[in-house]
């Protein structure tokens, strides 16, 4: 039997963040990396996207979709709408859709006519290495220094935070429309856990919302303490571990 692991970031995610993972997987794992467009997205795009990444199978083959944070939305989106494409979904601290409209007409609009501007904003004040300034000394305790770069010249990359943005302009839209296929798709048939990190601002919150979650979706419920958001930096060993138990 072989594995193929997909991982779906969050807003704004690099693969580079998950090498601390990937490397503590069995080698003969596939691992690949989902990576949106740059363009505005809805779930029924989103999961188009992640079935054409995943392809035709091998019976054979074990497939683990791995989703952080809004990228749950998508994976969850998949594994509803179509059965038996992937094996097991493995969300890692991830967004909780909540019941708010979609932003219709001119504000959808005015919203999304903005996303160039706010990103050429960003990049023209810098903003990207003032972020990486604050993420630098946690990704220097578990990334390469070649790593570190990389990650640092993609928040001062144009692309790279246009990309950023359409990703949280389309926050709202994937929640909503996730929240309605709910209604249409009640079943998950794939295997699905949940991976709370516990250090999180407002964290009590949070951990009570995995777990209607969790109860919702008949998941797994683990609790990860002394762990962010950004789990797979913060705690690779206990990630790659939670996926391993899904193929092992």
């Given at each position: 039997?072989?594995?193929?692991?997909?991982?779906?970031?969050?807003?704004?995610?690099?693969?580079?963040?998950?090498?601390?993972?990937?490397?503590?997987?069995?080698?003969?794992?596939?691992?690949?990396?989902?990576?949106?467009?740059?363009?505005?997205?809805?779930?029924?795009?989103?999961?188009?996207?992640?079935?054409?990444?995943?392809?035709?199978?091998?019976?054979?083959?074990?497939?683990?979709?791995?989703?952080?944070?809004?990228?749950?939305?998508?994976?969850?989106?998949?594994?509803?709408?179509?059965?038996?494409?992937?094996?097991?979904?493995?969300?890692?601290?991830?967004?909780?859709?909540?019941?708010?409209?979609?932003?219709?007409?001119?504000?959808?609009?005015?919203?999304?006519?903005?996303?160039?501007?706010?990103?050429?904003?960003?990049?023209?004040?810098?903003?990207?290495?003032?972020?990486?300034?604050?993420?630098?000394?946690?990704?220097?305790?578990?990334?390469?220094?070649?790593?570190?770069?990389?990650?640092?010249?993609?928040?001062?990359?144009?692309?790279?935070?246009?990309?950023?943005?359409?990703?949280?302009?389309?926050?709202?839209?994937?929640?909503?429309?996730?929240?309605?296929?709910?209604?249409?798709?009640?079943?998950?048939?794939?295997?699905?856990?949940?991976?709370?990190?516990?250090?999180?601002?407002?964290?009590?919150?949070?951990?009570?919302?995995?777990r209607k979650l969790a109860i919702e979706l008949a998941a797994d419920h683990r609790i990860i303490d002394r762990a962010g958001h950004l789990l797979m930096?913060?705690?690779?060993?206990?990630?790659?571990?939670l996926i391993t138990e899904q193929y092992r």
């Amino acid at each position: 039997m072989t594995a193929t692991v997909v991982i779906v970031g969050g807003l704004g995610s690099l693969p580079g963040l998950w090498t601390p993972v990937t490397e503590l997987l069995d080698p003969a794992v596939t691992v690949v990396h989902y990576r949106r467009p740059t363009v505005a997205i809805d779930l029924h795009r989103e999961v188009a996207e992640l079935a054409r990444l995943i392809g035709r199978r091998s019976a054979r083959e074990t497939v683990v979709l791995v989703a952080h944070s809004m990228g749950a939305f998508g994976a969850e989106a998949l594994a509803r709408c179509c059965p038996g494409s992937v094996d097991r979904l493995v969300l890692i601290d991830p967004s909780i859709a909540v019941s708010r409209r979609k932003p219709l007409g001119p504000l959808h609009s005015a919203r999304a006519s903005m996303v160039d501007r706010v990103a050429g904003l960003l990049s023209r004040n810098h903003r990207g290495s003032r972020l990486f300034r604050v993420l630098q000394p946690l990704l220097l305790r578990r990334l390469s220094a070649g790593q570190v770069a990389e990650i640092a010249e993609s928040l001062n990359d144009s692309d790279y935070l246009a990309r950023s943005v359409t990703e949280w302009n389309s926050y709202s839209t994937l929640a909503a429309d996730l929240i309605g296929l709910r209604r249409r798709h009640p079943r998950l048939c794939a295997p699905t856990m949940i991976v709370t990190a516990a250090r999180h601002r407002g964290a009590r919150w949070w951990v009570n919302g995995h777990r209607k979650l969790a109860i919702e979706l008949a998941a797994d419920h683990r609790i990860i303490d002394r762990a962010g958001h950004l789990l797979m930096v913060e705690r690779p060993e206990v990630v790659a571990e939670l996926i391993t138990e899904q193929y092992r």
